[in-house]
């Protein structure tokens, strides 16, 4: 009986430091958020802004994202928080939705812009190519676990 509560005590004991490490890991390897100048300069150059809210339906308190972006003819600013996570990227989708099975359905007509590492204030470039009256949404997903994070319509 003693053996078998000290396997379950240290299994939980792993389970739970593995999905602490899954968690923080990202948090410790983030690189710096960008400086508020540099989002300011998006912001005023911006060609279409949005918000990030928490109360999205496909967002719950471990996955959502809050704040402003900004999009200029060769830059996406966000200036706000995101509840981290690995392997985020950032969609742009001709068509609002807020849940996974929404994402899935409509992900052959979005446009991948790049990756999201930050959880606090980052700028992306934006391709030339990308045409930013092709979409009027964009969306946060964990390409790792699929999984929404959040969306904000933009035009």
């Not at 410790?28 to 989002?39: M, R, V, W, Y």
């Not at 392997?87 to 979005?110: C, I, N, W």
Request: hydrophobic residues 45%; contains cysteine.
């Amino acid at each position: 009986m003693k053996k078998m509560l000290l396997v379950v005590s240290h299994g939980l004991v792993l389970l739970l430091g593995f999905a602490a490490g899954i968690y923080l890991l990202p948090i410790l390897i983030q690189p710096p958020a960008q400086s508020q100048q540099q989002i300011d300069k998006v912001a005023s150059e911006a060609r279409f802004s949005g918000q990030f809210r928490r109360e999205l339906e496909g967002s719950d308190p471990l996955h959502f994202a809050e704040g402003s972006i900004y999009f200029s003819d060769s830059q996406i600013a966000f200036a706000g928080s995101i509840a981290p996570g690995p392997d985020y990227r950032l969609y742009l989708s001709p068509e609002f939705v807020e849940t996974k099975a929404d994402f899935l359905s409509h992900q052959h007509r979005m446009r991948q812009v790049g990756e999201v590492n930050r959880f606090k204030d980052f700028v992306l470039p934006l391709a030339a190519s990308v045409d930013l009256e092709d979409y009027n949404s964009v969306i946060i997903w964990c390409e790792s676990f699929s999984l929404f994070i959040s969306a904000a319509k933009y035009q």
